[in-house]
């Protein structure tokens, strides 16, 4: 990740990336491709919506931006020192033999805050920004529910507040409620601490109220991307019009 | 006072775990105390007693030297029970890090050094100690070296496939970009997640080497003469199964109670969930 200050105004610039799998089946090496040759900006301190079918390579993208997955080809850059992500499974998101203490903590620990009072301050600061309560601290992730379990993962991406927080379907696994209450989180503490957010989800409906901007993710390739507003009232690509109608969002 | 303690064990870890514990606790005693306490010196001999039958005065009788077997049980207990502990420490350590690296970094390092474990784990840890013990001579030290040696590579390879599943799972992509070491990560993070896994085949590498050790000192290659050890004792015992057959009886029963008591307790804890 390179620390581009020149471009203030930038947040992230990726220039045709592609990423593709190299497995071995039967012995015999498998490649496919997931991102094809795929550029697109996001500014600073903007929700930037990313949208696509199952297996569009939403995630795949998510993690070849941190570093994660390793790109075949392409350059990105990201303007934040420390970029987040709160990643799509919240059962492997979490460390199971660790308590939610250990893993709040860690974050502090890491960033070097020594004094151990000032972390356990933060720790019960973060815990109740995202709306939970202290008795959970000497639980393990397994002893949480699904909605908690998030909210820890949002919590922990964010205690060394980071420019830029990734969100891989931070909702889909919660119920239409909780759901609500998550993204009002998150768009509360964005405004109070002024990071961006890339939020990944399938869900066009969510982002209609949650994003600034939206990208649709085809294949692999960037389909169309625009203003929610403008993108949503006159699609121009046919896939984009196919996915707003069969979200109900848009009569045929 | 004893039934509540143990109603709280069998509530919590089952029989086994209690059988388990009970045993090797006692084998723990006699090995801590052959160390500074025998009621006879283990290598004195007395004509007068040779092949004597257990009585008052010596319970497991004597051997072909008139030496008191309950003595050199205890001492030979005390050598293979802290021969197999130093062997499973240092297999365990070793072959801890060596996974630890393979499985967490991948790439060719992990294939050059997988490759090796290989080739080690494709002779029997036995026979490697025998070559190794052919190298560096015999004697407890080198018997430890040799086993411990010998054990790495399973331990290796159980360790290295249990850090490959977690060093691709989320939450360390996570620790990653919190900006955690990678040191850090594989002892603070991951090593927490394989401890049941390791446990449990510490225990079992514990047996493997109490067998290993027993049996290196039946070839006569392992803890020299006229030190006691469990192996040599049975098989000089072999020559008088017929004439005072207590000799192999006792030594037999001490080798088999130390292993079923680690196999009981590692069964106990991996039956715990
Ligand atoms: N580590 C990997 N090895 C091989 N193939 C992978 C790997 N990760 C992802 N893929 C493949 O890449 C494609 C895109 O996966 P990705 O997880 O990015 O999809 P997604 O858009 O996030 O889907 P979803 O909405 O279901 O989360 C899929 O076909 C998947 O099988
Ligand atoms: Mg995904």
């Avoid at chain 2, 045993?23 to 290598?43: C, E, H, N, R």
């Avoid at chain 2, 399973?154 to 919190?178: C, N, P, T, W």
Wanted: proline fraction near 4%; charge should be positive; charged fraction near 20%.
């Amino acid at each position: 990740m390179k620390d581009n200050t020149s471009s203030t105004e930038i947040m992230i610039k990726a220039e045709n990336i592609s990423v593709s799998f190299t497995e071995k089946r039967n012995g015999r090496k498998v490649t496919h491709t997931v991102l094809r040759e795929l550029s697109f900006e996001m500014k600073q301190g903007e929700i930037l919506g990313l949208a696509g079918e199952s297996g569009s390579g939403k995630s795949t993208l998510a993690k070849t931006l941190l570093g994660i997955t390793e790109l075949q080809c392409g350059e990105f850059t990201i303007n934040d020192k420390s970029p987040q992500m709160v990643f799509q499974d919240p059962f492997s998101a979490l460390n199971p033999a660790k308590t939610i203490r250990f893993i709040l903590e860690e974050p502090l620990k890491i960033s070097g805050v020594k004094d151990r009072e000032e972390r356990l301050k933060k720790v019960k600061d973060s815990l109740l920004s995202v709306g939970l309560e202290e008795i959970l601290l000497e639980r393990k992730p397994a002893e949480l529910s699904g909605g908690q379990r998030q909210r820890i993962c949002i919590a922990a991406a964010l205690m060394n507040d980071p420019g830029l927080l990734i969100a891989d379907e931070p909702v889909s696994a919660l119920d239409v409620t909780v759901q609500a209450q998550v993204l009002a989180l998150l768009k509360k503490l964005k405004e109070e601490r002024g990071f961006s957010i890339l939020f990944i989800s399938h869900d066009l409906r969510t982002m209609y109220n949650f994003c600034d901007r939206v990208m649709i993710l085809k294949e692999g390739r960037i389909a169309e991307q625009g203003k929610v507003e403008e993108l949503y009232r006159d699609p121009k690509d046919p896939y984009t019009k196919l996915l707003l109608e069969s979200a109900g969002i848009r009569q045929s | 006072m004893i039934k509540t303690v143990k109603k709280l064990f069998e509530k919590y870890k089952g029989f086994n775990f209690c059988a388990g514990l009970i045993i090797t606790a006692v084998i723990f005693l006699i090995a801590v105390t052959g160390i500074f306490y025998t009621p006879y010196p283990s290598t004195a001999m007395n004509a007068a007693l040779k092949n004597a039958a257990p009585g008052a005065a010596h319970i497991f009788g004597c051997d072909n030297y008139g030496r008191d077997i309950f003595s050199r049980v205890m001492e030979g207990i005390k050598n293979t029970f802290f021969i197999s502990f130093f062997t499973v420490l240092l297999g365990s350590v070793a072959g801890m890090i060596l996974g630890a690296v393979c499985g967490y970094y991948g790439g060719k390092l992990d294939n050059i050094l997988m490759r090796l474990n290989d080739a080690l784990f494709a002779f029997p840890s036995i026979l490697l100690a025998m070559v190794i013990i052919a190298l560096v001579g015999p004697g407890a030290f080198n018997v430890v070296l040799a086993l411990g040696i010998a054990f790495i590579p399973s331990f290796a390879r159980i360790v290295r496939a249990e850090f490959k599943k977690q060093a691709s799972l989320d939450y360390i992509a996570g620790a990653k970009l919190m900006g955690a070491g990678d040191i850090r990560i594989m002892f603070v993070h991951i090593l927490p997640n394989i401890l049941p896994v390791l446990i449990s085949s510490v225990m079992i590498g514990f047996n493997n080497a109490v067998l290993a050790e027993a049996g290196l000192s039946f070839l006569g290659i392992g803890v020299q003469p006229p030190e006691a050890s469990l192996g040599r004792m049975l098989s000089e015992a072999q020559a008088f199964l017929f004439t005072a057959p207590w000799y192999a009886v006792f030594t037999g029963l001490s080798i088999a109670l130390m292993v079923l008591g680690f196999a009981l307790l590692s069964e106990g804890i991996s039956e715990k969930k």
